[in-house]
């Protein structure tokens, strides 16, 4: 059932206090990619989420680093491609960058040119939603593209950094919330 999959992606999550820095306590994910019955729980929730709510769906697009560990395995169980929204300098060919600020630091992300075609519906997806910078910049790229986002995939949301008000109006989808 729904309940036991979120259960067991919940029983995955490792908490880790003052990594990367002092303050900070990191939620880690590395359990669930470990454990295939917990990986199969987060796909069949995000699976069931697309089909309620994003059936039209074209496109995944996978945030650098971890949203790439979810997101091509959501994109081949909906039958889409899956495309990179990569951290600076990543990428060949033509590339659109927007810069941004995260938990512990400041970032640039980019995506080649030619990733998404006018009005096409992608889903941004990631491990984690702190404060939004990261999502929100992966939006700002998308808007470039003028593709259009039906909406956003986490694992798992940090509600204190407000990470849905930064990305209003968007849709936030999350699994898991501390
Ligand atoms: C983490 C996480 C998200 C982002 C969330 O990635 O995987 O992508 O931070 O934070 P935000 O909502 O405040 O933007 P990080 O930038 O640490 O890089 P990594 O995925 O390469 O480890
Ligand atoms: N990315 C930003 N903040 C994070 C946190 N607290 N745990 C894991 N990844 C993060």
Redesign the pocket.
């Known amino acids: 059932s729904p309940e036991c999959k979120l259960q067991l992606v919940r029983d995955h999550i490792r908490p880790y206090q003052d990594f990367p820095k002092k303050g900070?306590?990191?939620?880690?994910i590395c359990p669930i990619l470990k454990d295939p019955a917990a990986l199969t729980a987060v796909i069949d929730l995000f699976e069931e989420e697309v089909r309620r709510n994003y059936q039209t769906v074209e496109l995944i697009v996978g945030l650098d680093a971890r949203g790439f560990l979810f997101g091509p395995l959501l994109a081949q169980r909906l039958g889409v491609g899956f495309i990179l929204v990569r951290k600076k300098g990543k990428l060949p060919g033509t590339t659109l960058s927007v810069e941004y600020n995260?938990?512990?630091g400041k970032a640039e992300v980019e995506i080649q040119e030619d990733a998404v075609a006018p009005g096409q519906k992608v889903l941004l997806i990631d491990d984690?939603l702190?404060t939004g910078g990261t999502l929100f910049a992966a939006c700002e790229l998308m808007k470039k593209q003028q593709a259009e986002v039906l909406g956003c995939m986490v694992v798992i949301e940090?509600k204190e950094l407000n990470g849905k008000d930064k990305l209003k109006p968007q849709s936030i989808f999350s699994l898991v919330q501390y």
């Open positions: 900070i306590l990191f939620r880690d995260l938990e512990y984690l702190a940090l």
